[in-house]
């Protein structure tokens, strides 16, 4: 596929995930995340609480629950339910992951990760980028 190729459906696969953000209940961040493998989208997730929860991602004091499930592991763990599988996927990422969910990705085989904004520790970035997985950030995601 050629290059502007590529960046036309990375950027219309990381709208769609910012679209899929909004479903999330927490008021801190809503983060999107869709799998695309082979040219299909083969899981997406939301951060939220675990099934069976109530949505509500924080405490009083605005702090996010520890059992919040991030995007990037609610979309894998879908995976993880079906038949099929992340091997030499794509991860379409709002923000970029964290240091826990880096190590999900790498696990699930996942080849590219591709997001918009940068999460506050890059730790998790540097770790799949230390481990050969294909990083790439592109802020604006609006057609050219």
């Not at 008021?27 to 997406?44: F, T, W």
């Not at 826990?100 to 990705?105: F, G, H, V």
Request: aromatic share 8%; with cysteine.
């Amino acid at each position: 596929m050629s290059k502007s190729k590529q960046l036309r459906y990375d950027k219309a696969y990381l709208r769609m995930a910012s679209s899929w953000a909004k479903l999330s209940h927490c008021q801190r961040k809503q983060v999107g995340a869709l799998i695309v493998k082979d040219d299909m989208i083969i899981s997406d997730g939301y951060n939220g609480t675990p099934s069976g929860f109530d949505n509500c991602c924080e405490n009083e004091q605005g702090e996010t629950h520890w059992y919040v499930l991030h995007a990037e592991a609610n979309a894998i763990l879908k995976v993880a339910k079906s038949t099929n599988n992340a091997k030499g996927a794509t991860l379409y990422l709002t923000l970029s992951p964290c240091k826990d969910c880096s190590k999900l990705i790498l696990q699930a085989g996942i080849k590219r990760v591709v997001f918009v904004n940068l999460y506050k520790d890059s730790a998790g970035v540097d770790f799949l980028e230390a481990a050969g997985v294909n990083i790439e950030q592109i802020n604006n995601i609006e057609d050219e």
